[in-house]
């Protein structure tokens, strides 16, 4: 099976989000699947956001990728974004890494299993919008219990030999700022600006990620480990205080009336990545104390995660990376977000491990390696067997 051409075909199938309609993409995928004599049901919804979850499979493992991508200009492309070209031992084109190209993995290691015979003993779920959330993808298929707590892997693009086991919590906050208007020859004498309380909140912001929060030795280790991966990874400098610190970005701020008035409005959206150590209550109410003319419109929150690295799934999924890639296999964990976040909450083990160029995810000239599709390929159908093992 050449994982490389169902790859090229995936990414050829445009399925951005938003808008993140995937009825074709997923119905490209239940065509494979059925040819291998896999069932599968598909969710549906009107606007399109399709999701597939084969049936009469093993219940003790879960593989799970998305198959929305992030929108692509055609500018700046060696090849077009959505070509799926195949060249110079790459699959081109957006999504190829993130994470179409774990998706056509996944389905070739299906394929690997039923060429030799074996049944693939894992459910597998292909979801629609892990780039804007999962409501209508991977938390659809939890809250209709159609996927219920076992070990999971997520086919997301990770380094090589580090699989990754755990990530930063996120809390987004929109927030509203009222000032008292007067006229502005008078400022700061009278009147109090909106933009300015936002802009007062934002340096004592700044000052919060200069705090350290203590973790356990365990955990420390991971981290510190996880720091060099990533600055190998991203060719980044003091990657530790990104894993370590409370990272922030102001990412949308808008506000005044008009040039010569004290402004009444500012609105201000903060996302803050949040730390092991960190409380995320007790941040709220700290930014609260602060700001005494804001008021906290809405609150997006996910608390930092990780998977017991002494657990069968790590171990497992460590063995068969070291089998197929040599080496020494350390998991490690991330400042990013995923879907693991909502599967952990669920009480899922997860681990996610994927072919990819990570450090161009999301980027023009996004692409994957045809060798790293294979060995993937080879890593999730030695984990299927693995399991198989265990329940036989």
């Known amino acids: 099976m050449d994982v490389s051409r169902i790859c090229s075909e995936l990414v050829a ?46 219940s003790r493992l879960l593989f799970c990728g998305h198959v929305d991508v992030v929108p692509a200009l055609d500018e700046g492309w060696t090849y077009p974004p959505f070509s799926g070209t195949i060249q110079d031992g790459f699959v081109w084109g957006r999504g190829a890494t993130d994470m179409k190209g774990g998706c056509a993995s996944l389905l070739a290691a299906c394929h690997m299993q ?27 298929l939890l809250a209709k219990k159609m996927i ?24 987004r906050l929109e927030m509203k700022f009222n000032g008292i208007p007067a006229h502005g020859s008078l400022y700061p004498a009278v009147g109090v600006s909106a933009v300015m309380e936002a802009m007062s909140l934002l ?7 200069d705090r350290e929060y203590p973790v356990d030795e365990r955990l420390k280790e991971i981290i510190d480990r996880s720091s060099g991966v990533l600055e190998d990874e991203f060719q980044i400098h003091n990657v530790s205080e990104v894993l370590k610190k409370l990272m922030f970005n102001p990412g949308v701020i808008k506000g005044g009336e008009k040039s010569n008035v004290v402004a009444q409005h500012c609105d201000l959206d903060l996302e803050l990545r949040v730390p092991w ?12 104390s602060h700001a005494p003319y804001m008021k906290i419109i809405s609150q997006t929150t996910h608390y930092p995660s990780i998977t017991d690295p002494s657990c069968r799934l790590v ?28 599967l952990r909450l669920c ?13 161009i995810l999301h980027a023009v000239n996004e692409r994957v390696r045809v060798d790293s599709l294979n ?8 984990i299927m067997t693995a399991y198989a093992n265990k329940d036989s």
């Open 375 to 382: 060995k993937a390929s080879a890593v999730y159908a030695g």
């Open 114 to 140: 039923a060429d030799q015979g074996k049944e693939v003993t894992a459910t597998c779920a292909f979801v629609c919008d892990e780039e804007t959330g999962g409501q209508n993808g991977i938390r659809y």
């Open 315 to 342: 171990t497992v999924t460590c063995n068969e990376i070291e089998r197929v890639q040599g080496g020494m296999v350390l998991p490690i964990v991330q400042w990013a977000a995923s879907d693991a976040r909502h």
């Open 347 to 359: 009480g899922f083990n997860v681990i996610e491990y994927g072919p990819g160029e990570i450090s």
């Open 203 to 209: 340096e004592y912001v700044k000052a919060l990620h």
């Open 148 to 171: 219920k707590p076992t070990d999971c892997l997520i086919a997301e693009p990770s380094p090589v030999r580090h699989p990754c086991i755990g990530q930063k919590g996120l809390c």
């Open 277 to 288: 150590g960190c409380s995320i209550p007790e941040l709220v109410e700290e930014i609260k």
């Open 13 to 58: 199938i445009r399925s951005e989000n938003p808008p993140g309609r995937t009825a074709e993409v997923i119905e490209y995928i239940r065509t494979f699947l059925d040819t291998l004599g896999i069932g599968s049901k598909i969710t549906r919804n009107k606007t399109g956001h399709n999701n597939l979850i084969t049936t009469g499979t093993g």
